[in-house]
């Protein structure tokens, strides 16, 4: 292992906790749709109260995420952001904030965020997908920190529509926008519900997960 220096290692712990958070992310939001399918359950189709159900009856929950090695980490919903010295007040607040216990109580930036939005694969959605969610943490000055220079964009489906045709149409309106600087994108929907995406921002790296689950069948009609 010559030349496999520290910096190196971090990078690939840093990319494990980031992918193990994400497969948990998804694996929560895969038994939500099926506990509330087979119970006959429905949820309003309200982006607060989706992710609340989510985090409330599985991401941070203590027997889940004891059951699949995630103890370490708190998901907590609605977290004040960005603090602004001269009005004293917080420019945002994330969805979900990702606190690992190890390096959170030492430095409370050491956070991942999530910023969940519903799509539906109409217009409106998937600009407000683009425009008050990826702009937020790759746009200058980010309405969102990135410790890790990494982070991830959570896509409540409501209606049944293709997930790669939904990415395709928020491919093409971020690339349409003049004050996002997209550097590689690399789309994985197909078996993972996952599509990957870096940004540029005055120089630095961003990575934006995105990840979709489709919960159409689980709502109640308005």
Known sequence: MAGF???ALNHLVKKKVFDDISAYILLCCNQ????????????????????????????????VRRKHNMSMFHFQPEVPENFDGNSLNYEGRVDIKIMNQNEWFENR?????????????KTHLNHLYVQKGIKRFVVYPPH?????ERNFMLGFIT?????NRIVEQIQ???????????????????????YDCSYLMK??????RHMFSDISECLAER
Not at 109 to 121: N, P, S, W
Not at 144 to 148: A, G, I, P
Not at 159 to 163: C, D, F, G, R
């Open 144 to 148: 969102y920190k990135s410790y890790y």
């Open 172 to 194: 093409t309106i971020q690339r349409k926008d003049r004050d996002i600087e997209i550097i590689a994108d690399f789309a994985r929907v197909a078996e993972l519900g996952i």
């Open 32 to 63: 939500m749709k099926i506990e509330l399918i087979s119970t006959g359950k429905k949820i309003p189709n309200d982006e607060n109260k989706i992710r609340n159900y989510l985090l409330e009856y599985y991401l941070d929950d203590n027997v």
């Open 203 to 208: 120089g630095i790296t961003i990575k934006l």
């Open 5 to 7: 220096g520290k910096s």
């Open 109 to 121: 930036d050491a956070t991942y965020i999530v910023e969940c939005k519903r799509l539906d694969g």
């Open 159 to 163: 209606e049944k529509i293709e997930i």
